[in-house]
């Protein structure tokens, strides 16, 4: 079975820009996976950021982007503050009606 | 304002059945796809289970297929998914989750989510 992969942990300096990236354990993400990326705080549901690959859901901050690069989507934070310090999941649509979730990148600002 | 709000949820032996609710309001229902999405305790997301706008097509992940049925009452606004034959491993906080879609995995739009509720636990446990 297909595994989506993310980096277990990332940090980055305040004011900082980050890369995340998710992808497949075999084959390519593109645009077709509809990549979709969501933030989670501790004790809280998950936020919708971005859906089908670089469409900011509301309220969505510009300084969160998707994009694709090279074989794997990625999710850039540009100016990071503190409290993007959080949880971050892609979501890759599989085909039939399947959706896999990545296990998810949990992101330090300091 | 969109709302979800999930229900049902609770202890329960394994091999035994529970049946969660999702209460929709704020926007119209039946032109939308729903999803289960859960989170066990420590871990990352997990998606469960989607159904299209009118109910039609249904779809689930590897590990609850056969086991859990999902549904929906457009008249009611209601989404609910069925768990029977629980194991120690369906032990997770489970949310409903709202697509933008009316149909789930479409070629055009694939699958995504827009809103999500606060969850419901399911604990299963001897």
């Known amino acids: 079975q297909t595994v989506v992969t993310q980096e277990p942990s990332f940090a980055v300096s305040p004011g900082g820009t980050v890369t995340l990236t998710c992808g497949l354990s075999?084959?390519?993400?593109?645009?077709?996976?509809?990549p979709s990326w969501y933030q989670q705080t501790p004790g809280q549901p998950p936020r919708t950021l971005i859906y089908?690959?670089?469409s900011r859901s509301s309220g969505v901050p510009d300084r969160f982007s998707g994009s694709i690069l090279g074989n794997k989507a990625a999710l850039t934070i540009t100016g990071a503050q503190a409290d993007d310090e959080s949880d971050y999941y892609c979501l890759l649509y599989m085909g039939f009606g399947i959706a896999v979730f990545g296990g998810g990148t949990k992101l330090t600002v300091l | 304002e969109v709302q979800v709000l999930e229900s049902g949820g609770g202890l329960v032996q394994p091999g035994g059945s529970l049946r969660l609710s999702c209460a929709a309001s704020g926007f119209t229902f039946s032109i939308y796809a729903m999803s289960w999405v859960r989170q066990a305790p420590g871990k990352g997301l997990e998606w469960v289970s989607a159904i299209s706008g009118s109910g039609d097509d249904t779809y689930y992940a590897d590990s609850v297929k056969g086991r859990f049925t999902i549904s929906r009452d457009n008249s009611r606004n209601t989404l609910s998914l069925q768990m029977n034959s629980l194991v120690d491993e369906d032990t997770a906080l489970y949310y409903c989750a709202k697509a933008p879609t009316y149909v789930w995995g479409s070629y055009r739009q694939g699958v995504s989510f827009d809103y999500w509720g606060q969850g419901t636990l399911v604990a299963v446990s001897s």
């Open positions: 089908n690959t670089n």
């Open positions: 075999s084959g390519s993400v593109s645009i077709t996976s509809f």
